[in-house]
């Protein structure tokens, strides 16, 4: 490819930003280079004699436009059955991290998949350990990587996992409070294109009406364990600290299972109630704010629609006992089937906040509440 004189290049703006976006767009694309900044910097000292105007560049969204037009000459109709298999196992993928409120982001989000992309995710909690422990008990071969960048004078540290599988994933981890801020792209610079696991199998459903979503599910063999999922989101609650107005026990997994323990000496033999009493502050440690809403997302389709009630209306039965509830509320809550089941979660919910309570671990609640479903499934 013939090199364009500075001298030449007035006038010439348009053409040289398109050779340059080609070029960058093939070194991306064989995998030569990775990183946009990178490649468009090569190839503009490829193809020009001298400087070259940071304005001649070409933005990252030209290059990525020319990756794909690559990407379509190359790999033709595989690259669509490509997308959807990868969007398919980013799924999988994302309900296995369920606790971590996992997003989907980059190309396989975009559709702007190339030969080699990885499938990018993020994931927030406070412990990339609890991510690596998850995928280790599922058999995933994996590296934590912390990578020190430098933008604007200032050095950050991101923790990235690199899952090896048959699409090979990118996990970064974020702090669980960064679970709502809106990150940039890097690309277009507006707010970055993310999917929860709700929005992928809307989005999947949608593009792909012929797809049977759960079977492929099964094929894929997504067995999740739920109590292991139960414990993952327990643990941390040790050090998820409480009002000590409202709470005076102290931290969020103490009172769980304080209030556990008052259910099971009730109830040892209501298996969704027993897990209503143990998880309904579980969202706590994932949005303080909005507790209520975090459990059953993380907690969806792990749980009876009973249990699922139950957790949903705790903080209802609050009000209802305060007598702050509306009218419209108050007469749905009333008409529940479990209406009752409710107001006593409700009361235990209260007892469960004694300084200095004698209670048992969450491995043993869990040992319980185990042995309590394989007892119950045999009946």
């Known amino acids: ?64 436009d020319q990756i794909q037009l690559f990407a379509r000459l190359h790999e033709g109709d595989k690259r669509t059955q490509h997308l959807q298999e990868m969007r398919l196992a980013a799924l999988h993928m994302m309900r296995l991290l369920r606790p971590f409120r996992p997003r989907l982001i980059g190309s396989v989000m975009t559709g702007h998949v ?14 990339a350990g609890l991510v690596t422990d998850m995928l280790e008990n599922e058999g995933y071969q994996f590296d934590l990587e912390r990578k020190a960048i430098v933008k604007f004078e200032e050095a950050r540290v991101f923790t990235h996992i690199h899952v090896f599988d048959r699409f090979n994933f990118e996990l970064t981890v974020y702090d669980e409070d960064k ?31 012929e797809l049977d979503l759960e079977a492929n599910m099964q094929e894929q063999d997504v067995d999740v364990d739920p109590f292991a999922l139960f414990r993952m989101l327990l643990l941390p609650l040790e ?50 704010h909005d507790h209520v809403a975090a459990g059953l997302s993380v907690l969806d389709g792990l749980i009876t629609e009973r249990t699922r009630f139950l957790i949903e209306h705790h903080m209802n039965a609050l009000a209802y006992k305060a007598g702050t509830l509306g009218a419209r509320m ?9 209406f009752e089941d409710l107001l006593r979660l409700r ?24 042995e309590l479903a394989r007892e119950n499934e045999g009946t």
């Open 239 to 288: 050090n998820v600290q409480q009002s000590a107005k409202h709470h005076p026990e102290g931290d969020v997994q103490y009172h769980l299972l304080q209030v556990f323990e008052l259910a099971r000496d009730e109830r040892p033999y209501d298996e969704e109630f027993l897990l209503a009493a143990l998880l309904h502050d579980v969202g706590k440690g994932i949005d303080p």
């Open 179 to 209: 679970a709502h801020y809106v990150f940039k792209s890097s690309i277009t610079g507006k707010a970055i294109e993310r999917a929860s696991i709700a929005e992928l199998e809307e989005m999947l459903k949608r593009e792909y009406p």
């Open 114 to 127: 190339r030969k080699g992309s990885d499938i990018d995710l993020h994931v927030f909690t406070n412990s």
């Open 330 to 338: 108050r007469r749905f809550l009333e008409a529940s089937e479990h």
């Open 1 to 64: 490819m013939g090199r364009y004189n500075n001298g030449a290049l007035k006038g010439m703006d348009h053409k040289l930003r398109q050779a340059i976006a080609l070029e960058a767009a093939r070194l991306m694309y064989e995998r030569a280079e990775s990183e946009y900044f990178t490649a468009k910097r090569k190839a503009a000292k490829r193809l020009c004699r001298g400087h070259v105007k940071p304005s001649d560049l070409p933005s990252n969204a030209e290059i990525r």
């Open 347 to 370: 009361e235990l919910d209260t007892l469960g906040r004694v300084q200095g309570a004698v209670v048992g671990t969450v491995d043993e609640a869990l040992d319980f509440l185990r």
